[in-house]
């Protein structure tokens, strides 16, 4: 979870704050301001009335610019940040807070919200201070039912003004909607002029070769510049990728790095080994890969479309996430193919031989679109297999195909389809993320 301006503000990344970094605002006297504010006690547990206004305070922040929350800093009489005054923390409290949100926040904030527990001393693992992260959200405005006091059940639009939380009148929450929905068309036009243009200075994949294209557009884009720099940190992003376990091939990163890109406003393209890849200074990508080459009927391996989506997914939306970007993630993808495809429906592995059936006819060209988290995404979990599934499905209709031979809707992967070399990589990819989940 990413808040820039409250992160150069406090000197470090939400993850990273620490009790230093809260005395360093008490003896700056830091301003609360639309994304900052200071609680002295935590009242958010003590009844229904305080959840209630913990529901109030987070929803107001996202929706507005997002920010953070600190309990036990009290103000001075500017209200401004003051002194350090630890609050009781613990595992318990932490779910309570994520319980009176569930109960009170329609719809749920964000996977990328997040509340964190920071030890005062050591020696008193008890007494500490409680950071809530609340980033811009991309689906609001989130309202608030208040469970606590009167029992009263309608629904409250809060947002945040300056030092102050209001409470929205009716024409400010229709304006709220009006932007979400004018937002998430606003994205899916801009994900499919991405991918078109993107494509348009891309190699063509030749008249009779099949290709598959896939564009990531974050909600929320980065501020990166195209220059010497910019062009060097890719290229760092890309070999970490190369490393065992950091992605779920590690061919198709290495490939990236072995040509210099081409420069455009905003966008580079870099070339390689049987991939195309333009990355924008937001944190859009999109990627092309061959899957078949030029001559005569090509021949579609179903399995591996679907690695490959799997894997350029992956690709596209970690580059999002590493360059700065967060929010939702837009992805539109197709595959590029001539009228008539032969499919091969057996696995990499080389433990079946394939036999040339009779031609099928494809209607691919029209690109499917589908919406996630981008910070779940990046992270390689079960959200991005879930979405490199739907996605395949969307890609394998096209060829009249109705059930993905890789990628199975519980999450997992049939790895042991893949060829030695790619399965023991997507297993180690796979085994480093649930070392992650089970750790965090």
């Not at 009170?104 to 030890?119: G, Q, S």
Request: include cysteine; glycine fraction near 8%.
């Amino acid at each position: 979870m990413r808040i820039p301006r409250v992160a150069q503000l406090v000197g470090a990344d939400f993850d990273h704050v620490e009790r230093s970094h809260l005395a360093a605002l008490c003896s700056q006297s830091a301003a609360e301001d639309i994304d900052l504010d200071f609680k002295q006690d935590n009242a958010y547990t003590k009844d229904g009335d305080g959840q209630d206004e913990l529901a109030k305070d987070v929803t107001a922040m996202a929706n507005a610019r997002g920010g953070l929350i600190v309990v036990g800093i009290a103000e001075d009489g500017q209200g401004n940040a003051g002194r350090l005054c630890p609050v009781t923390i613990s595992d318990k409290i932490h779910n309570q807070l994520v319980a009176a949100l569930r109960s009170r926040v329609f719809p749920f904030l964000p996977p990328d919200f997040r509340i964190r527990m920071v030890a005062d001393d050591v020696a008193t693992p008890d007494l500490g201070y409680i950071l809530i992260g609340i980033p811009r959200s991309p689906i609001a405005p989130h309202a608030v039912r208040p469970v606590g006091g009167k029992g009263q059940q309608r629904y409250g639009y809060a947002r945040r003004l300056g030092r102050t939380t209001a409470w929205l009148d009716e024409s400010e929450i229709a304006a709220l909607y009006r932007d979400r929905f004018r937002q998430a068309e606003d994205h899916t036009q801009r994900v499919r002029r991405q991918l078109r243009d993107d494509t348009a200075w891309l190699p063509e994949s030749g008249d009779g070769g099949l290709a598959l294209q896939l564009s990531v557009v974050p909600s929320v884009g980065a501020e990166r510049r195209i220059d010497r720099t910019f062009v060097q940190e890719v290229r760092s992003f890309l070999g970490l990728l190369t490393q065992p376990g950091r992605a779920p091939s590690a061919a198709l990163p290495r490939a990236l790095l072995s040509q210099p890109p081409q420069i455009r406003r905003g966008r580079m393209r870099v070339a390689g080994p049987g991939i195309h890849a333009v990355w924008h200074s937001d944190g859009g990508a999109t990627l092309q890969v061959t899957l078949a080459a030029d001559s005569g009927v090509p021949v579609l391996n179903l399995t591996r479309l679907e690695h490959q989506l799997l894997c350029i997914l992956h690709l596209a939306c970690a580059y999002a996430e590493w360059a700065g970007a967060y929010g939702d993630a837009d992805v539109m993808a197709s595959t590029a193919s001539p009228p008539e495809v032969h499919l091969d429906r057996t696995p990499p592995n080389g433990s079946a031989r394939y036999v040339p059936g009779v031609p099928v006819t494809s209607d691919a060209g029209t690109p499917c679109h589908h919406i996630g988290y981008l910070e779940a995404l990046a992270n390689g979990g079960y959200q991005l297999r879930s979405m490199a599934r739907n996605i395949s499905m969307d890609l394998l209709a096209d060829y009249g195909v109705y059930e993905p031979t890789l990628l199975r809707d519980d999450g997992e992967v049939r790895s042991e389809r893949l060829a030695v070399a790619e399965r023991l990589q997507i297993e180690a990819w796979m085994a480093l993320g649930r070392e992650h989940s089970v750790s965090s």
